[in-house]
T-cell receptor, first 112, second 115 residues
Framework: GDSVTQMEGPVTLSEEAFLTINCTYT??????LFWYVQYPGEGLQLLLK?????DKGSNKGFEATYRKETTSFHLEKGSVQVSDSAVYFC???????????FGGGTRVLVKP | DAGVIQSPRHEVTEMGQEVTLRCKPI?????LFWYRQTMMRGLELLIY????????DSGMPEDRFSAKMPNASFSTLKIQPSEPRDSAVYFC?????????????FGPGTRLTVL
């Protein structure tokens, strides 16, 4: 079945550091890929998405590129802030489907 | 727009009691999803509806769980009888259309504790 694997956290960084969270997926066909963010005590919010190979999703300084050859969708940000402290989830939806398959989540803690 | 509304935000109950969680999706959205989040199992899709009709309930853990969507603006998830292993955060989400790249909007969640 479909699956999403992302690096385990927690990831602890200093402010202005570079952040990478690895995400790889297993799915047949051509899924859409997503990154969701969950701030403490809140529900998930869509951070960015990409719907086809080589697409780059970007939002709030975060970027991720859909790499079909490596089945990856790694999340990056060049300079993190304390406010980026959250849990980040990689997810996919297959074509003609409605079900999000989530990775296990990666907790990021940014210290001042 | 008020976003997806869930109630209650917190629920503490005793084993064996009935628990009902409520969700109001974003107006105009025709797909609704119930998820459960635990440390052990992460985020799991329990069931989803399209145009008020249950499409896939394969994630519902067992017969103690049931979900209904009597109209486009309301859904419930019921656990009867509840057990301590049901303790989790339950999220409701909604989206528009059946497009596979459509964003799902999540509610704030209901934190359930079964003693």
């Amino acid at each position: 079945g479909d699956s999403v694997t992302q690096m385990e956290g927690p990831v602890t960084l200093s402010e202005e550091a570079f952040l990478t969270i690895n995400c790889t997926y297993t799915a047949t066909g051509y899924p859409s890929l997503f990154w969701y963010v969950q701030y403490p005590g809140e529900g998930l919010q869509l951070l960015l998405k990409a719907t086809k190979a080589d697409d780059k999703g970007s939002n709030k300084g975060f970027e991720a590129t859909y790499r079909k050859e490596t089945t990856s969708f790694h999340l990056e940000k060049g300079s993190v802030q304390v406010s980026d402290s959250a849990v980040y989830f990689c997810a996919l939806i297959k074509a003609a489907g409605n079900k999000l398959t989530f990775g296990g989540g990666t907790r990021v803690l940014v210290k001042p | 727009d008020a976003g997806v509304i869930q109630s209650p935000r917190h629920e503490v109950t005793e084993m064996g009691q009935e628990v009902t969680l409520r969700c109001k999706p974003i107006s105009g959205h025709n797909s609704l999803f119930w998820y459960r989040q635990t440390m052990m199992r992460g985020l799991e899709l329990l069931i989803y509806f399209n145009n008020n009709v249950p499409i896939d309930d394969s994630g519902m853990p067992e017969d103690r769980f049931s979900a209904k969507m009597p109209n486009a603006s309301f859904s419930t998830l019921k656990i009867q009888p509840s057990e301590p292993r049901d303790s989790a955060v339950y999220f409701c989400a909604s989206s528009s259309g059946q497009g596979w790249s459509n964003e799902q909007f999540f509610g704030p969640g209901t934190r359930l504790t079964v003693l």
